[in-house]
């Protein structure tokens, strides 16, 4: 695991970072002809179960050591033909945070560099 992130070759919990990988394509493939809203966030993959949002997987700052996402590579399974679909921007899924968290510039300055991370890697202009 490179900076905890997920990358090829990298073993989490048994499954490989390919077999990773394929799981969320097709899981996305599925589910993003229905998406109309885009939020980039990242999961320290801290909490399994099933039910409500807070049991299927905990966010993290953009910037947390412990995020498995790539966020940057995570995001283009989402946004693949995202202007044929009518998404017209993406945003930051940080409302789970607390205000002396949002209040700080260090937590913009890493959530505005994984955006912009985002739009530089997939063309992102709408």
Known sequence: VSNGRLSCGDDIEGYTAADFYAAYENMTDQLR??????HVAQNDGTVHGAGSHDKTGRHCQADDPNGKLDITRTAEYWL???????IEHICWDGCMFSNEVLETPA???????AMLDVRAAHGWNA
């Open 107 to 113: 937590t913009w300055n890493a959530i505005l560099k």
């Open 33 to 38: 002809p229905w998406t109309i809203d885009f």
């Open 80 to 86: 693949r033909d995202a202007p044929s679909r009518g």
